[in-house]
Every structure is written in structure tokens, then in C-alpha cells.
């Protein structure tokens, strides 16, 4: 899943980004309102995290841009100001979630997590399966079958790519964008080192190469 910060406090932003792609998560940050409404209009992110009080334009006004430009992205907005007006506020402009600082880091994801859910569709599990594969997306946990697979934050976040579109292709350029992030220049094949290490750890018939479109993940 891919993530924008938009958030003018650098030490805060560079904290929450790292916290976040080590959960796996890919995550781009951007310090400006103005900058954050162009980037989450023309990115594909799964969720953005908005501070409120931000140069250029305020959170209030990005989120609201956004919803009337039809764009639906799941918003939790982030601010130092409390109280029930400035939450209607947020909340009023289409923001999804709300959180305020000083707060838990722990919260911070569990909120995160639950609005990734619940755009997947309300009720969702956060079991994803495919055939005797199950990837529990809330303990971030697989199985092959009974038996546990241990996989680092970056082949999970490569299967999860995988198993939310089981049976259809997933092309490498989808899997750059939304596991590693906009600023990534190193070498493309780094989702192949990852596609092996995980069909060394899945089996081999898992993953298929569909030549010059990327992979799909099949039942094993």
C-alpha cells in the first residue's frame, strides 16, 4: 500500500515515514499543502496522512479540493488543535479519520490499518487467501498451507500486491510504485530479487511470469 504524508513538521514526517515503511508500507512525504493537493490528486495512493496547519494551504482546504475533484482516497487528518469544533471541521470537509498530537504511534498505524480495511469494504477480513495460501493482513502473518511462512516487511508488502489481485497480472512498475515509492532510483530488478526470494519461500508455482506484463499469483 502506498502512503502520502503531507506535514510541514520535518523531524515528525521523517519519523512517521520511517515507522511506516518499516510496517511496509511505501511512502512518499511532501511538506506543502499546495504540493500535497498536486501530488494526491495526480499519485495513486492508497491513504494520506494531512496535517492540518501547513504553508501554502491549509489541510482543510487540500481535503476538501480533493472531494470535490471526486477523488475519494481514505484522509486521517493530523493537527496540534483540539477540541469538537475544529474535529467537525475536519470531518465536515471529508476527512475520514482524525487524530490529534501529541499521539500514539501505535494508534497512529491501528488507525491507518483500519481505514485501508475499511475502504476494502466494510466488514472486510483482513485474511487475504489464495487457495491454501492466507495472508493475515492485521497480524501480517502467512501460511502455506498449516505451516507459517516468515517473510520480511518487503516480500510481504509485494505479496500483499500479489494477493489483493489474485489471478490477475501485476505489472512490475505497479509493484515499484506502491512497495517502494516515487523517489526510488535504483535498479528495477530489485522486484525480481524479491519475487524469487518469495517463491523460494512459497514454492515456485505460486508466483507465474506472464512475459513482457509482470506476474500473477496463482494457487499453489
Known amino acids: 500500500m502506498r ?6 513538521e520535518r523531524r515528525l514526517a521523517v519519523a512517521l515515514a520511517k515507522g511506516l515503511t518499516a510496517e511496509g508500507f511505501a511512502v512518499d512525504v511532501v511538506h506543502d499543502g499546495l504540493e500535497g493537493l498536486h501530488r494526491a490528486g495526480e499519485g495513486s495512493y492508497d491513504l494520506v496522512l494531512l496535517d492540518i496547519m501547513l504553508p501554502g494551504m491549509n489541510g482543510y482546504r ?10 475519494d482516497v481514505p484522509i486521517l487528518m493530523l493537527t496540534a488543535k483540539d477540541g469538537e469544533y475544529d474535529e467537525a471541521e475536519g470531518l465536515d470537509t471529508g476527512a475520514d ?7 500514539s504511534y501505535v494508534v497512529l498505524v491501528a488507525r491507518v490499518k483500519a481505514l485501508l480495511r475499511r475502504r476494502a469494504g ?16 492485521a497480524s501480517r502473518r502467512v501460511y502455506a498451507g498449516e505451516e507459517e511462512v516468515v517473510l520480511t516487511a518487503k516480500e510481504f508488502a509485494v505479496l500483499e500486491q500479489f494477493a489483493v489481485r489474485a489471478g490477475e497480472v501485476v505489472s512490475k512498475a505497479r509493484i515499484l510504485e506502491h512497495v517502494w515509492d516515487f523517489a526510488y532510483d535504483g535498479d528495477p530488478n530489485i522486484v525480481e530479487v524479491y519475487v524469487s526470494a518469495l517463491r523460494r519461500k512459497l514454492g515456485a508455482r ?3 511470469t506472464v512475459r513482457g506484463a509482470g506476474y500473477r499469483l496463482v494457487a499453489g
Open 122 to 137: 466494510a466488514g472486510a477480513s483482513p485474511v487475504l487467501a489464495v487457495g491454501d495460501l492466507r495472508m493475515d493482513t
Open 3 to 8: 502512503l502520502l504524508i503531507v506535514e510541514d
Open 62 to 71: 487540500v481535503c476538501a479540493a480533493l472531494r470535490a475533484a471526486g477523488n
Open 206 to 208: 505460486r508466483i507465474q
Open 97 to 103: 479519520d482524525y487524530l490529534t498530537k501529541p499521539f
